[in-house]
């Protein structure tokens, strides 16, 4: 996959998307593929690499709605363009309403999960390479590789493979037997290295005929340009879900940020289709223990290198932001938010009560609202539960046995939980 030949599709698709846009200086375009890999050429230097977005045709938009019961097909226009094989249903993930366990100050205005562990491989991941699959495909690609602790890595292993392409997975020999285990499941190839490791993997492999990144190649994090556009459908099914009304804000687990930009640009495209008539505020809640985007903000720069401190919320656990995620916060008047362990570890007993077993990255977003005394305007909140729990590395727990009459029943239920019945 050459990075300077110009590609162009053999298919008809509704997609209006007509170029890569660069988030640097001058914001230069490129033609929509091949996909710039390793951040804007024009723009970015050996200290500062600036990532790339899909530009589209927005005047031709007029038909796109989000009112209650649309849907992803409703919104292709203003989507890349989504291979034939790239089929996987995603998205339509509920907003779960917890008002009652959040901070009374916002119960009146509605509090909610936006719960996308029901993604079909558990996480939110499953929309961002729903496009990075569809790009490799249209590219000609043969093998996706990866570099992920995680969802990331699962995720694209079930998309190639439903895609029918292989896929090679750079991970760590820590990570969660589940983890593992759903790689495997999905035929994928993991290949366990130290984590700094990863990257130097990652950019010997792609040397290689056919195969393919969807991970970040960059030192300031750029990722791929067709990935961030399928976390918009997060903004357009909020939307569609309060039929068209605008939340007050949208509380976002954020590492690299992509995620967090996905969601304001689907916001900002509405407001300029004129659906709505502002963004909700963003709130990033990363760990305390690094937290790069929070100091980046703090110094005024586009990005920043933290120390690697221990945390328990893997889910955001980064050492470096991307560049999305400054703009993100800076336009919808943002908040930036660090949270301890301690704090993610109560907002997950919290909200475990409600029926939520969500990674503890996703509860410190729901924790990050004590620190929140109000936005800037009405309107529901809501967080963002990126993943399930259950991928999530979990000490063993030993069980005891009991016997299966009542009164070893209820001795066991007390001694053991404290339950009188």
């Given amino acids: 996959m050459e990075d300077n030949a110009i590609m162009t599709f053999d298919i008809q698709t509704p997609s209006l998307a007509t170029a890569q846009r660069s988030l640097g200086p001058g914001n230069p375009t490129y033609p929509l593929l091949p996909a710039q890999l390793s951040g804007c050429p024009k723009t970015s230097s050996e200290t500062m690499q600036?990532?790339?977005?899909?530009?589209?045709?927005?005047?031709?938009a007029t038909d796109v709605s989000f009112a209650r019961g649309t849907h992803w097909q409703d919104w292709q226009a203003i989507l890349p363009p989504r291979h034939?094989?790239?089929?996987?249903?995603?998205?339509?993930?509920?907003?779960?309403?917890?008002?009652?366990?959040?901070?009374?100050r916002f119960r009146e205005q509605k509090v909610f999960i936006k719960d996308e562990s029901r993604n079909p491989t558990w996480s939110h991941k499953d929309r961002l390479n729903t496009f990075t699959i569809s790009a490799a495909l249209y590219e000609g690609a043969t093998t996706i590789i990866v570099a992920s602790s995680g969802n990331h890595g699962i995720s694209a292993a079930a998309m190639a493979s439903r895609a029918g392409l292989d896929c090679i997975v750079l991970t760590m020999p820590e990570v969660s037997p589940v983890v593992r285990d759903m790689i495997l499941g999905y035929g994928a190839y993991p290949v366990f290295l130290p984590a700094d490791a990863r990257w130097p993997a990652m950019?010997?492999?792609?040397?290689?005929?056919?195969?393919?990144?969807?991970?970040?190649?960059?030192?300031?994090?750029?990722?791929h340009p067709w990935g961030p556009e399928g976390y918009k459908t997060m903004a357009y099914e909020i939307l569609a879900d309060l039929d068209g009304a605008t939340p007050?804000?949208?509380?976002?687990?954020t590492g690299y940020g992509e995620m967090l930009y996905g969601i304001y640009k689907g916001f900002n495209e509405a407001r300029l289709l004129g659906r709505i008539d502002r963004i909700p505020q963003l709130v990033s809640v990363e760990p305390a223990a690094r937290g790069p985007?929070?100091?980046?903000?703090?110094?005024?720069?586009?990005?920043?290198?933290?120390?690697?401190?221990?945390t328990i919320q893997s889910?955001?656990?980064?050492?470096?932001?991307?560049?999305?995620?400054?703009?993100?916060?800076?336009?919808?008047?943002?908040?930036?938010l660090l949270v301890t362990d301690d704090a993610a570890r109560a907002a997950h007993a919290v909200l475990a009560r409600q029926g939520l077993w969500q990674e503890y990255s996703s509860?410190?977003?729901?924790?990050?609202?004590?620190?929140?005394?109000?936005?800037?305007?009405?309107?529901?909140?809501?967080?963002?539960?990126?993943?399930?729990?259950?991928?999530?590395?979990?000490?063993?727990?030993?069980?005891?046995?009991?016997?299966?009459?009542?009164?070893?029943?209820?001795h066991y239920l007390k001694t053991e939980f404290g339950f009188d019945i």
């Avoid at 305007?377 to 069980?399: H, N």
């Fill in 293 to 310: 985007l929070h100091h980046a903000l703090r110094a005024n720069t586009p990005a920043t290198t933290v120390e690697a401190g221990p």
């Fill in 248 to 253: 007050a804000a949208v509380v976002v687990p």
């Fill in 363 to 410: 509860s410190a977003a729901f924790a990050a609202l004590d620190d929140i005394m109000a936005f800037d305007a009405d309107g529901p909140v809501v967080v963002i539960g990126c993943s399930t729990g259950l991928k999530e590395p979990a000490e063993p727990r030993p069980a005891a046995a009991t016997k299966p009459d009542l009164a070893s029943l209820r």
């Fill in 50 to 60: 600036f990532p790339l977005e899909v530009a589209y045709d927005y005047a031709s």
């Fill in 84 to 104: 034939p094989r790239a089929t996987m249903p995603v998205g339509g993930t509920p907003l779960v309403d917890v008002s009652s366990v959040a901070p009374p």
């Fill in 315 to 336: 889910g955001t656990a980064v050492t470096v932001n991307g560049y999305r995620a400054v703009i993100a916060i800076r336009d919808s008047n943002g908040i930036p």
């Fill in 203 to 223: 950019r010997a492999l792609k040397e290689l005929p056919g195969t393919y990144p969807v991970s970040n190649l960059t030192p300031v994090h750029t990722g």
